[in-house]
């Protein structure tokens, strides 16, 4: 006679719940397991569905056509730092507001060439300002030293940048 203390006289959970097992315990484990498969199939949907809703809300999709209008972008400066295996064009943008308002998510589209023009690398980038998006005040100007703006070829010679949108701040 096991004693009242045993875990094997315990309730088959509490056995779960210890990492015991024993065979009078089998039909409350099977059930649990089809317990679990029914919850696979919606975790499963929601996973699926998960990149879509998040790239589905990026910021390019929110630019104000209107307000870009009277925004300029200006490419100070740029070098190609890299270790000849992970090269990034390091950027100084200069942004000049002409709305009424202060702007934010300033999107660039950019491309690189080598030397003799033939196309290398193309990308979006929204500058950022200390790890958030620039903000350009009103009437306004902003200068943006160190870009890293993406990942290119090492035979990069030029660069070619052009705004692609902004935002409303606020």
Known sequence: MPLEGNPNNAPCRQRKLLGLWHPDCRMNLARM???GLRLLAPAL???GLLPITITGCSPELLLDPEMSKNVRLELVDWHVSGLWVINSPVCW???SNYNNRPVTDVTITYETLDFDGKSLDKGTYTILDSGEPTVVPANGLKNCAEQYIGIVSLESDKLSV????VRPAG
């Open 45 to 47: 949907a929601v996973l």
């Open 162 to 165: 052009k705004l692609k949108g």
């Open 33 to 35: 397991n089809l317990a």
């Open 93 to 95: 943008f200069r942004v």
